[in-house]
């Protein structure tokens, strides 16, 4: 296995979902989640994926799960493309990629032990003997920073910041080589968010964990990702290492996100700038530049050119066709 390359490489990942009824004139229509929407992720790395709700971000933790199947596109994990894995095939995989979702309680068996629950993961994956995995669990729960012991217990019994580091414990379990968290503390206390952020901070550094975190909070993925991918209407709109999104963003949905963000931050002054309109419908979404009918930079040619993703510093990409702005 080559190590520089990345552990995850996706490649114009598409997923369309049919609605019923048809069009003006007579065509099936489809909800574009996602639309040709291309990334890498490195071992080790943590990548944070934004956008407002529905703008495709659980569409893709999903398809890169195989939790549905893409529309079309290439999910290149170690190199195999697991998009196009049968699913005896994908048993194998699913062990070394794991989720954490937003709501800890709904994804988890309140009649089940929270030990049990820890262990589902084990006992499927045939990993260890039932004392290995006892001891196991005991050392995750230490590990996520819950007693030992509160595996006797069971899920109700514990706080909202708790259970997601149940959840957390219990993707760690099959010891994935990857993880998508999808909003992992959206449901949580602003404080109780801090505390569940540092835990995975520290994981990603003592186990290397490499993660793809996803947030519709801008300022949630700042202090813990290394790049950032920025998502509008199942496309990419810009790409770029964490410091430099938040301090030299080159796309105008980006700008539009961090000055609509309610940080007082003195490097960030300038107006408020607010996007014209409602988002559009992923059903019929504009031609060219999906961001056009909301831009202020908008062009008459963001309407015919639908703009590539294009490296505009090292590392740092984006989907506009506007060179003189930002
Ligand atoms: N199973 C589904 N059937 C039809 N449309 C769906 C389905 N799942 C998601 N969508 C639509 O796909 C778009 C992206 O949704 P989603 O990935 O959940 O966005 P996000 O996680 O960013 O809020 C939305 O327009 C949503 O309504
Ligand atoms: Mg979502």
Do not use: W
């Not at 994990?77 to 709904?106: C, N, S, W």
């Not at 294009?310 to 506009?320: D, G, I, L, T």
């Amino acid at each position: 296995m080559n190590n520089t390359a990345p552990l995850l490489d996706v490649s114009g990942l598409t997923k369309r979902f049919s609605v019923k009824g048809r069009g003006p004139k007579g065509e099936k229509r489809f909800v574009h989640a996602v639309d040709n929407v291309s990334f890498t992720i490195a071992r080790g790395e943590v990548v944070g994926l934004v956008g407002e709700s529905g703008s495709g971000k659980t569409t893709i933790g999903r398809t890169l799960m195989r939790l549905t199947d893409p529309t079309a596109g290439v999910i290149a994990y170690e190199g195999t493309d697991i998009a196009h894995l049968p699913a005896r095939e994908m048993m194998a995989f699913r062990r070394k990629i794991q989720m954490v979702f937003q709501d800890p309680f709904a994804s988890l068996n309140p009649r089940r032990k929270v030990g049990q629950l820890i262990a589902e993961g084990m006992e499927i994956h045939k990993l260890g003997t039932r004392q290995k995995q006892d001891a196991e669990v005991k050392r995750l729960l230490t590990l996520v920073g819950l007693p030992a012991d509160a595996g006797q217990r069971f899920p109700h019994e514990f706080s909202g910041g708790q259970r997601q580091r149940i959840g957390i414990a219990r993707a760690l379990a099959v010891a994935p080589g990857f993880i998508v968290a999808d909003e992992p503390v959206s449901a949580l206390d602003v404080s109780v968010q801090a505390q569940v952020l540092n835990l995975l901070q520290d994981l990603k550094e003592q186990l290397g964990l490499t993660i793809l975190f996803i947030s519709h909070d801008l300022a949630v993925v700042e202090h813990f990702c290394d790049r950032v991918i920025v998502l509008y209407l199942g496309r990419i709109m810009e790409i770029a290492p964490c410091h430099r999104l938040y301090s030299k963003p080159a796309h105008p949905y980006t700008e539009a996100l961090l000055s609509a963000a309610p940080v007082p931050d003195p490097d960030r002054k300038g107006d408020r700038i607010v996007l014209e309109g409602d988002i559009p419908s992923p059903i019929d979404p504009p031609s060219g530049c999906v961001l056009r009918t909301r831009c202020r930079y908008a062009l008459p040619d963001c309407a015919a050119v639908r703009p590539e993703l294009r490296e505009v510093a090292p590392n740092h990409f984006k989907a506009c066709l506007r060179d003189d702005i930002l």
